[in-house]
Nanobody, 130 residues
Framework: QVRLVQSGGGSVKAGGSLELSCRAA????????LAWFRQAPGKEREGVAA???????LLTGSVQGRFRIHADSATDTLFLYLDDVTQEDTGTYFC????????????????????????WGQGTQVTVSS
């Protein structure tokens, strides 16, 4: 049974930084594409960043140059580093895992398609104030 347990997040002023982590258990690292999504109140869940088991990364345009995704295979932990945050970054952040044996491992789909992810973290709130 795959489990994703998130930590981090909280409140930060605009221009500040945060770190999110997602500890994974019960899965074979090499068979998953991992991603971060976020959902603002009243809006759909959107992909933020994704990384394949080979380390290929993709970030959505609005966070490029500010956010960084990193997967540590030694500890089975996925990280999202948020820098220079703005109020538009406020929302609930979720980590997710896509079993590429089922989906084919398309990175763009891993980033943008919530339905391709079989496993989800519990979510963590990020609130950016002015």
């Amino acid at each position: 049974q795959v489990r994703l347990v998130q930590s981090g997040g909280g409140s930060v002023k605009a221009g500040g930084s945060l770190e999110l982590s997602c500890r994974a258990a019960g899965y074979a690292y090499t068979t998953f594409c991992l991603a971060w999504f976020r959902q603002a109140p009243g809006k759909e869940r959107e992909g933020v960043a994704a990384v394949t088991a080979r380390g290929v990364k993709l970030l959505t345009g609005s966070v490029q140059g500010r956010f960084r995704i990193h997967a540590d295979s030694a500890t089975d932990t996925l990280f999202l580093y948020l820098d220079d945050v703005t109020q538009e970054d406020t929302g609930t952040y979720f980590c997710a895992a896509d079993d590429v044996r089922n989906s084919g491992g398309d990175l763009l789909r891993c980033l943008n398609d919530t339905t391709t992810h079989e496993y989800w973290g519990q979510g963590t709130q990020v609130t950016v104030s002015s």
